[in-house]
């Protein structure tokens, strides 16, 4: 809202299924913000002739690319770290389902039973190995949240 209250604004979610209409509104775009589906390609940065930076809402820039952009001056910032807790999240919550056997007791759940056996054979996180590989803002949260736990941590970052 507040950027639309200081610039002239294009915002359609389906517009990145209709490449053509994509390539017509980015003719006069300054700036780009994109998620993941959208495709920055070497075309579309052809056709945004005044286009100076691409606003990515996520981490991964592989839908972008980066080389084209490059040669044209274009700046592409990710949103790093922004989601970086509900994916440490998901991975030490992945870990305790696994770990504990509620992920493979879920269809028994599902059906109204309660598959007793197996899920008290589960096994804590506390006194784990945690392997992290990469060290970013996700990594590092994994790890932060996998030490409160009780676990150790070994990381690879070949950056």
């Given at each position: 809202?507040?950027?639309?209250?200081?610039?002239?604004?294009?915002?359609?979610?389906?517009?990145?299924?209709?490449?053509?209409?994509?390539?017509?509104?980015?003719?006069?775009?300054?700036?780009?913000?994109?998620?993941?589906?959208?495709?920055?390609?070497?075309?579309?940065?052809?056709?945004?002739?005044?286009?100076?930076?691409?606003?990515?809402?996520?981490?991964?820039?592989?839908?972008?690319?980066?080389?084209?952009?490059?040669?044209?001056?274009?700046?592409?910032?990710?949103?790093?770290?922004?989601?970086?807790?509900?994916?440490?999240?998901?991975?030490?919550?992945?870990?305790?389902?696994?770990?504990?056997?509620?992920?493979?007791?879920?269809?028994?759940?599902?059906?109204?039973?309660?598959?007793?056996?197996?899920?008290?054979?589960?096994?804590?996180?506390?006194?784990?190995?945690?392997?992290?590989?990469?060290?970013?803002?996700?990594?590092r949260q994994t790890t932060h949240l996998g030490?409160?736990?009780?676990?150790?941590?070994?990381a690879f970052d070949a950056q």
């Amino acid at each position: 809202a507040s950027l639309q209250r200081r610039f002239v604004t294009t915002y359609d979610a389906e517009l990145v299924n209709r490449r053509d209409e994509l390539l017509r509104a980015v003719a006069d775009a300054d700036a780009l913000i994109v998620r993941n589906k959208t495709r920055v390609d070497s075309e579309l940065v052809a056709a945004a002739s005044k286009l100076r930076i691409v606003g990515r809402l996520g981490v991964g820039l592989d839908n972008i690319d980066l080389p084209a952009c490059e040669a044209r001056g274009i700046q592409v910032i990710p949103a790093t770290g922004a989601n970086a807790l509900a994916v440490a999240e998901y991975v030490i919550s992945t870990a305790m389902l696994l770990l504990r056997g509620a992920y493979a007791s879920t269809p028994a759940v599902a059906a109204g039973e309660w598959p007793r056996a197996s899920l008290a054979n589960g096994r804590e996180l506390a006194g784990k190995t945690l392997g992290v590989v990469g060290f970013g803002s996700i990594g590092r949260q994994t790890t932060h949240l996998g030490r409160a736990l009780g676990m150790s941590v070994i990381a690879f970052d070949a950056q």
